[in-house]
Each structure stands twice: as structure tokens, then as C-alpha cells.
């Protein structure tokens, strides 16, 4: 089983949205019983709370099932229980790197280094653009998925 944890600063918005996004990408693709999903925060702010309304209002717009989900805060362990953890910015990956205590195995990446753009995905919370952001959620899963297909489970 190939397990994924998409984090972000508070796991409510775009942590949140990816996990929906690539659990949809992978019961689509039948994958189910081979990759796993999962989602968590750098922060402790708002531990506890489920995904924002505007992620909420975006999946279901979409027709993707939302996960059900309450935010947590990645841990020190995470590093051993998963096999990719995908930041959706910069600031996201220092503070995953700060919390993991580095990344002797490269399991690290930011979700766009799997496109041919790169770069950060846009915090929802703070632009209040909820389409951009799945936009660059959903190129970002699909390429992460594409990435897993011919890598790890060709």
C-alpha cells in the first residue's frame, strides 16, 4: 500500500481538497486497494475543525465526494507511516521539514514539482479563490497519481 499525506498550513483548505481530489482519482482509476490518502496541518490553529465551506462548496461543485474529515497537525512519526508528503507551498515544506526533523529519503515534495509548472498552490484563506485552487490541486493529484502509476505500481 502506497501512502500519501498532503499537508498544508491548517488542514482545512487545500490539504483537505487534495486528499478529496486524489481519493476521487484513485476510486476512479480502481486503485483503492493500492494507494492510500490522508491529510494534516503544519499548524495547530484550527486542529479539530472540518474542511473550510469554500473547499466544501468547491468539491461538491465538482462532483467529488468530500472525505470526511477533522484538521490534525503532521508528527515526527508521519515520516515513518508515509511514502509521500505533499506540501502545497514553500512555507508548507520548511515547517514539514522542521517538524520531520529533515528528509533522509526524499519523500518531500511540493504537490506542483509533479507538473511541469512548479511553484506554490495559492492559500485559499487568504485569495478567497477556491477555483484556482482546485485547478492546481487537481493538475498536481493527477500528476502525482500518474507519477505513482509508472514508478511504483507499473
Sequence with gaps: MIKILFVCHGNICRSTMAESVMAHLIQTANLQTQISVSSAATSREEIGNPPH??????LRQMHIPV???R???????DYQEY????????????????IL???????????????DRGGDIADPWYTGNFDETYRDV??????????IQTGEIA
Design 138 to 147: 487537481l493538475k498536481g493529484c493527477k500528476a502525482l497519481l500518474e507519477h
Design 83 to 98: 511514502d509521500y508528503l505533499i506540501g502545497m507551498d514553500s512555507a508548507n515544506i520548511r515547517n514539514m521539514l522542521r
Design 67 to 69: 472525505i470526511p474529515h
Design 53 to 58: 465551506h469554500g473547499t466544501v462548496s468547491k
Design 71 to 77: 484538521a490534525v497537525q503532521m508528527t515526527r512519526q
Design 101 to 115: 526533523g529533515g528528509d533522509p529519503q526524499n519523500k518531500v515534495s511540493k504537490l506542483l514539482s509533479f507538473t
